[in-house]
């Protein structure tokens, strides 16, 4: 839905970023009040969100990152009625490869099994079974995560957006957020002659919620936007991929991720950059062919697709959630890394709560999260 001129009524909450994460506090807030939600862009989730092959496990990023994938996990399972019409997870697998003299580098990552999860150790030869398009000789072990699943993205977030209208939301494109005033107890959001008041804005810009955040001046998190880089090749002729796990190096940034019968790869880096349509370096692109040649059976003639996107952090890798100190009703939802999809649903939720109450959803609190682990106090 695309607004012309001046709103004609005030809303409980602005969300600012239609990205995944603005999308799923959204998608909760507009069960208790009134939502509009502002994107810069043409469309939702032009830059992170539609950049990413997520997958699914409790068992990636820091501590507070991996009790937020595992509430997560329900949602994902049994999303609720209407929501979607086919399942957002399908089974893909990880495979963390390691070279020769780098098997005990697998430990940390063995640990990590948890019931559901499991997590075990593989030869070279279990590995190779698994995962034929690498070369033996390039392989000493492995450790082979089997509930690994892929997330269906798209299917996702368009379940978000149309809840959101569902419930009698509104969802703005191309407005790119200037400026930001408060008065008389509402935020006044202006992007350029068109503006809107909320009681509460909720910062979801993702790799511009710093600016956002200046905007209202709000205490700095310290949000950082770094890129990561990818490429779709074609895989070698007559090898069936399409089943193989997804893998990535125990010692080395770069993953690789069947992708329709090709080959998704990425070499992993957190280039700092300033928020902007990114694009990829050709240089980084031209290391990730050697390097994809290298370890696989692929012969990298064409690239079929090159693109880059932005994921953004602060200082301890966990997300940002949580009232400003200096910003009355400024509330930031910032920091996702490269997470954010897998932690949409519970922080989607964790935001609404935390709006309304001051407290997190009973199964965060329950794995081990407390609303210190997110809040912004926590980085000054």
């Known amino acids: 839905m695309q607004a012309k001129g001046q709103a004609v009524m005030d809303y409980d909450y602005l969300v600012i970023g239609a990205g995944i994460s603005g999308s799923a506090a959204a998608y909760e807030l507009a069960a208790v009040g009134t939502v509009a939600l502002i994107e810069a862009e043409s469309a939702p989730g032009y830059h992170s969100t539609g950049r990413s092959a997520a997958l699914f496990t409790p068992n990636y990023g820091v501590a507070t990152v991996r009790r937020i994938n595992k509430t997560s996990q329900a949602f994902f399972l049994n999303p609720p009625a209407e929501f979607c019409d086919r399942p957002l997870l399908t089974q893909r697998g990880m495979l963390t490869v390691a070279a020769h003299g780098e098997e005990d580098l697998l430990a940390p990552i063995l640990d990590l099994s948890t019931e559901g999860y499991e997590i075990r150790k593989l030869d070279a030869a279990g590995t190779l079974s698994l995962a034929p398009l690498l070369r033996l ?189 200096a910003a009355p009703d400024f509330f930031w939802l910032a920091g996702q890394g490269g997470y954010g999809i897998m932690m949409a649903p519970a922080l989607g939720r964790a935001a609404a709560d935390l709006i309304g109450s001051g407290c997190l959803p009973a199964d965060l609190l329950a794995n081990g999260l407390s609303e210190r682990d997110l809040s912004p106090a926590r980085l000054a």
Not at 213 to 232: E, H, N
Not at 237 to 249: E, N, S
Not at 260 to 285: C, H, K, L, N, Y
């Open 137 to 325: 000789e390039r392989i000493a072990a492995s450790a082979f995560e089997s509930g690994v699943m892929d997330i269906d993205v798209a299917s996702l977030h368009q379940g978000f957006l149309r809840g959101i209208r569902r419930r009698g939301g509104l969802v703005l494109c191309g407005k790119r957020i200037t400026k930001l005033d408060r008065r008389d107890g509402f935020w006044k959001a202006s992007a350029g002659d068109f503006s809107m008041k909320g009681r509460i804005v909720v910062n979801a810009a993702g790799a511009w919620a710093g600016e956002i955040g200046g905007m209202a001046d709000a205490k700095p998190i310290g949000l950082v936007a770094k890129r990561r880089t990818a490429i779709i090749v074609d895989g070698p002729p007559g090898l069936d991929i399409a089943k193989m796990p997804a893998v990535d190096y125990v010692a080395a940034d770069a993953y690789i991720k069947p992708d329709a019968g090709r080959i998704m790869a990425s070499p992993g880096d957190q280039t700092p950059i300033e928020p902007q349509d990114v694009q990829p370096d050709e240089w980084d692109v031209a290391v990730l062919v050697d390097w994809l040649q290298r370890e696989t059976l692929a012969t990298v003639s064409h690239i079929a697709k090159r693109w880059a996107g932005l994921r953004s952090f602060v200082a301890d890798q966990a997300p940002v959630l949580g009232y400003d100190a």
